[in-house]
């Protein structure tokens, strides 16, 4: 199957991106949280040798036959083969995560948390739905791929159905094209659907299963999620992970989470009453939480509101029963559930870095893929029967035409033109990310040119406020900043964010001299309610001991994934 692939993505050609970007994504995800001026050969060759070692180190546990089969799609593609190792290049990017945390660099989850009970409502997102939640009684599994791969991952999707020989069970996967990747998004004619997500722990490993062999592993053999479960228990995990699976053909629950790190693995299973299952990006095992890391200052909010957001639109599609559409609606919802707005970006389920978004049902026998740019979610979509046809090969789907007239549908003229604005503003986002991302394309002036007219359509975004104030810090405009930042604190109706603003802004006080303006804010945050979302910035506080430098704040950096601000 894998020379299969390699010819079939030789047929097809302009595959060449994906093997250009897997070398450098993880680095590239590390180097984003230094400050701008340290972004430099130096550092960019020591990350870079780290996670070549990590990855190095990886594939050399990997198994024969799945080294063979991407070594062959390789060869037939004309790919040097030295490239196999970027197969595992999210767990090297998790691993280093969990080794931050391991030296203290990353704060324990449960050591921000000590009023709180040991189970935490957990926070790609993920949504299944069977029974009476769906409107015709079919199980269907929903799913955002957030990923670092915005215009790779999004501009060639592909679906690969895959016929195997020995194992008896046809399984396929949804990918970009050359990516031979059957772990991260599949089903098979078993009724199983699953799909990856990214987790944080402090206990890592690199002599285990890769995420990509150990999802292919699971939809390639297993029948059932008892199948599923037994399997993933027999192996050592190298990362951090949260897979979500679905079987309609089950007895009991319809769908569960398998949960990593190196060395264990615990499963949640879907309420017995319930008929549906929300996942995104915490873990859900109290076993598991200890060691859980948060990430950046945002993380926690971030992935707690995506699953807060998505529960609620299920309960209220419950009387009716939830549909296809709604679920592509859902996986493009923009709404940040603290606040009840919408966002251009921030704490909501549509991400920039939504690069595959997909709808699967082996009951319906029925596949709907986006072929959108990202973010992904708003389609548009193609249905794709789920076959395994007997002959290696390929063809490209069309999408249906719509009338301009059913375009347009009930929401008329003035609707329509504020999605175009709504869409124009995220093209703007997606821009200033990607320079961000990439010097050669251009610096901070052009990335605030950039969220500027992103702000025109989105009737004073405090996300776009904030992420335009970091900027003007970073580049020295204190004044334009702390502007920028009040005017963000006014508008902002979420009390996270609306916390995160008014601690820039005491630190931008501060570090220009605005010493009580500063210490009155610094005050309003200490003695905010002791929330879980408000505790991180609780603990900035403190830390900050009253006070912040302007040394520190030119080395302020802007985080357009999760709308926050890198920091040393």
Not at 92 to 99: E, K, L
Request: charged share 25%; with cysteine; glycine share 8%.
């Amino acid at each position: 199957m894998g020379r299969q692939f390699g010819e079939i993505m030789r047929e097809i050609g302009q595959y060449e991106p994906i093997f250009d970007f897997y070398p450098v994504m993880a680095q590239n995800l590390l180097l984003g949280s230094l400050p701008r001026k340290n972004r430099n050969l130096l550092s960019k060759g020591f990350v870079s040798l780290s996670m070549k070692l990590a990855e190095a180190k990886m594939n050399s546990h990997r198994w024969p036959e799945y080294s063979k089969r991407t070594l062959a799609a390789l060869k037939a593609a004309g790919i040097r083969s030295s490239i196999e190792k970027e197969m595992f290049t999210m767990d090297a990017f998790q691993n280093a995560v969990g080794i931050m945390g391991m030296l203290r660099v990353l704060p324990e989850l449960r050591r921000l948390e000590p009023l709180l009970n040991p189970q935490l409502v957990p926070a790609c997102t993920s949504v299944a739905v069977w029974g009476n939640q769906s409107k015709d009684k079919n199980l269907y599994h929903a799913r955002n791929f957030d990923f670092p791969g915005v215009e790779v991952w999004d501009k060639r999707p592909i679906v690969v159905f895959c016929n195997p020989t020995d194992t008896g069970i046809r399984y396929g996967y949804v990918a970009c094209r050359g990516a031979d990747v059957p772990g991260i998004t599949a089903f098979n004619e078993a009724g199983l659907t699953l799909s990856f997500h990214t987790r944080f722990h402090k206990k890592v490993g690199f002599s285990g299963l890769g995420v990509v062999d150990f999802g292919h592993k699971m939809i390639s053999e297993s029948r059932s999620i008892e199948e599923a479960v037994s399997l993933a228990k027999r192996y050592k995990i190298n990362s951090t992970w949260g897979a979500i699976l679905t079987n309609c053909n089950e007895k009991g629950s319809k769908a569960a989470v398998i949960e990593t790190n190196f060395g264990n693995v615990e499963v949640t299973y879907s309420d017995r009453k319930s008929e549906s299952m929300v996942n995104t990006n915490h873990y859900f095992s109290p076993k598991l939480q200890d060691g859980e890391l948060l990430a950046a200052p945002s993380f926690c909010h971030h992935t707690r509101s995506r699953f807060q957001r998505a529960t609620q639109l299920l309960a209220e599609q419950k009387s009716k029963g939830t549909t296809v559409k709604d679920l592509q609606n859902l996986l493009n919802d923009s709404v940040d559930p603290t606040s009840g707005e919408s966002r251009t970006m921030g704490s909501t389920i549509r991400q920039i870095t939504s690069v595959k978004s997909v709808v699967m049902s082996p009951e319906a026998e029925k596949l709907y893929v986006s072929v959108g740019l990202a973010p992904t979610g708003s389609g548009p979509y193609l249905e794709i029967p789920m076959r395994w046809d007997a002959a290696p090969g390929y063809t490209f789907p069309s999408l249906t035409k719509k009338s301009k007239d059913e375009s347009v549908g009930k929401k008329g003229k003035s609707q329509e033109t504020k999605t175009k604005e709504k869409k124009k503003a995220i093209e703007y986002y997606k821009e200033a990310m990607l320079i961000n991302d990439d010097p050669k394309l251009g610096g901070i002036d052009d990335m605030l040119d950039r969220l500027e007219e992103a702000d025109k359509g989105s009737d004073s975004d405090p996300s776009l406020l904030f992420l335009r104030g970091i900027l003007h810090i970073e580049k020295g405009e204190f004044q334009k900043g702390s502007y920028l930042l009040e005017e963000t604190v006014r508008l902002e109706s979420s009390p996270f964010r609306k916390q995160q603003a008014q601690l820039w802004l005491a630190r931008t006080y501060s570090g220009i001299g605005r010493n009580s303006l500063s210490a009155r804010l610094y005050d309003e945050i200490r003695n905010a309610p002791d929330s879980l979302d408000c505790l991180v910035w609780k603990m900035k506080v403190k830390s900050d001991k009253g006070s912040y430098s302007l040394k520190k704040l030119r080395q302020v950096s802007p985080n357009f994934l999760l709308v926050d601000a890198n920091e040393l």
